[in-house]
C-alpha cells in the first residue's frame, strides 16, 4: 500500500469525477461511468484511509462541479445575487455534495482489507448506492442528483429498473467497475469476472424485453402546453394577462384533436383564489363543452396561512394535488435560522410552501387517474409508485426555467425516464422551457418539444396498469435483497463454510 500520495493521482481525480458527469444527458457517454469507479476503487485499494478520503473528495469535486454548476444560473439570475455571492454559493454547495463520495471512502477502505474479493466487490457496490440513498431520499430532503444509475438507461442493466429500482441499477454497474479491476490487478480469475459480467449485462439485457405491465384501454390522445415564458417576466404583475392569454391560445388549437390538455408548474402565475372566477371557470366551461380535460398548475392557498404548489383539473376545481416533496432552498429553507440568515445576506427571496399528504386522491383525465409529480418529485421512485396500483399513467409538470440553457433540463428528463421504466407506465411531462416530451413505459423519449420555444406536443399514450416487482416493493425490499446477497457471499467465505462444504 503507498504511503507518498502520488500528484498523478491527484489530478487524475476531478477528471474522473468530471468522466462521470459526461455519463449523463446530455452527453450520454454511459460507459464513462465505468471508467470513473473503477480510478476510485483503484485508489481506495491502493492507498490508506487518509489519501483515499482525500482522491475522493477532490473526485466529488470534479463530479459536482461539473455536474451541477447549473445552481449558479439559478442563484445569479434568476434569485438576485451577486456574481461573488452566487459563485461562492454554488462552490459551497459543491463542496458540500462532494463530502459523500468522502464518506463513501472512509467506509469502503476498511472492507477492501477483506481477503475475500467477491466480499470487497459487492460490499463496496452496496455501500455506494446505499451513501448515494442517503443524499437523495434522506438528507435535507433528498437531492438524487448525479446517481450513477441514471446514466443507464439506454444499456442492458437498464433492464433491472423495474426490478430493482434505481439503487438495484446503480449496484450492478458499480460492481461491474469494481470487477473489471480486480481482473485487471489480478486479485479475481478472469474466468470468474467474465461469467459475472455476462449474467450483469446479458440477464439486464433478457429482462429488458420483459413487459410487466399492460394496456386496460384505447389511446389517450394528450397536448402537452410549452409556454416558454420567460422566469424574469412570470411573476410580475402587469404580465399576468398576457401569460394567461399565451396559453389559452396555445390550449384552443387542440380542442379538436385532444382528450388531455396539460400545462407546466404553475403556469398560471396567481393564487388560485385570484384566478377561479374570471378565468378558471370560463376555461372550465369550454373545455366541458369540447368534452377536454386540462390540466393546469398554479399556487394555491389553505388554512393557517399555508401555501401550496398545486395542480387540478378543470372538470373538477375543487380537488388538487399538492406538491409533497418540496425542493430544499427553493420551496422551504432547512437548517433554519442559519439557512435563512445566509440567504437574506445575499438578498435572496425564496417561496415558503407547505408539503401536500403523502397520499392524495388521485387526479383524473382522460377518463382514468393518473399519478402527479410536480418539478422533481420525478426524481424519487417511491414518490411515484406509492399509489401506482390505481394509476393508468404519469405526468410531471416542471418549470427548469430556473437553470437557464445548461444541462439541468436534460439530467432532469433523464431521471423522469428512468421513473417511466421503474413503473412500466406512460409518463408525459409538461415544462415551461423545456424538455417537454412523452415518455414510453421501456424508458425512451417517443417525442420532445425543442427547448426555449412557445409550442405544443401533441401523442397518443395507451394507459397501463399492473405493477413492476420494484413498484410492488419498493427500495427496502431492494437493499435488504441486496445486504443479504452480501452476507450470504461472506458465509460462504468463510473458513466455517469452507470445511462444511469440504466434509460435504
Known sequence: MNRILNWKWALLAPIAGLLLTLSFAPYDYAFASIFSLMYLYRVWSIYPLKYSVILAY?????????????????????????????????????????????????????????????????????????VEYFRGYWLLNGFPWLQIAYSQLDTPLAGFAPVLGVYGVGFFLAASAFVLVEMLTSQLAVRQ????????WGGGGILKTVAWTHSIGAPIKITLVQ?????????????????????????????????????????????????????????????????????????????????????????????????????????????????????NLVNIPLGSFTAGEDR???????????????????????????Q???????????????????SQAYQHMQMAQMRALESGRYLVRATNTGVTGFVAPNGSILKQAPLFTATTLTDSIVPMTGLTPYARFGDNAVFALLIAVVLIINLCASNKWQKVLQRA
Open 58 to 130: 477532490l473526485f466529488g469535486l470534479g463530479l459536482f462541479g461539473s455536474g451541477i454548476w447549473w445552481v449558479y444560473i439559478s442563484v445569479h439570475d434568476y434569485g438576485g445575487a451577486d456574481i461573488t455571492s452566487a459563485g461562492l454559493l454554488t462552490l459551497l454547495l459543491v463542496s458540500i455534495w462532494a463530502i459523500f463520495p468522502a464518506l463513501t471512502a472512509v467506509i469502503a477502505v476498511p472492507f477492501l482489507k477483506s481477503t475475500s474479493v467477491w466480499i470487497r466487490i459487492t460490499s463496496i457496490a452496496v455501500l455506494w448506492v446505499a
Open 193 to 200: 469476472g467474465i461469467l459475472f459480467l455476462l449474467l450483469c
Open 227 to 343: 409556454g416558454n415564458v420567460s422566469q424574469e417576466q412570470k411573476w410580475l404583475p402587469d404580465q399576468q394577462i398576457n401569460t394567461l392569454k399565451r396559453y389559452q391560445e396555445l390550449t384552443e388549437q387542440h380542442w379538436q384533436d385532444s382528450n388531455v390538455i396539460i400545462w407546466p408548474e404553475t403556469a398560471i402565475p396567481a393564487f388560485y383564489t385570484q384566478v377561479k372566477n374570471f378565468f378558471l371557470e370560463p376555461l372550465a366551461a369550454i373545455a366541458h363543452q369540447h368534452n377536454v380535460d386540462v390540466v393546469v398548475s398554479l399556487p394555491s392557498s389553505g388554512e393557517d396561512n399555508e401555501y401550496f404548489n398545486s395542480v387540478l383539473v378543470l372538470d373538477n376545481l375543487d380537488q388538487f394535488y399538492h406538491k409533497n416533496h418540496l425542493l430544499p432552498f427553493g420551496e422551504y429553507l432547512p437548517l433554519q435560522p442559519l439557512s435563512g440568515w445566509i440567504l
Open 360 to 386: 392524495q386522491m388521485l387526479l383524473r383525465a382522460g377518463g382514468y387517474p393518473f399519478i402527479t409529480t410536480i418539478c422533481y418529485e420525478d426524481a424519487f421512485g417511491e414518490q411515484v409508485t406509492r
Open 388 to 406: 401506482l396500483t390505481d394509476a393508468a399513467y404519469i405526468v410531471n409538470v416542471t418549470n427548469d426555467a430556473w437553470f437557464g440553457d445548461s
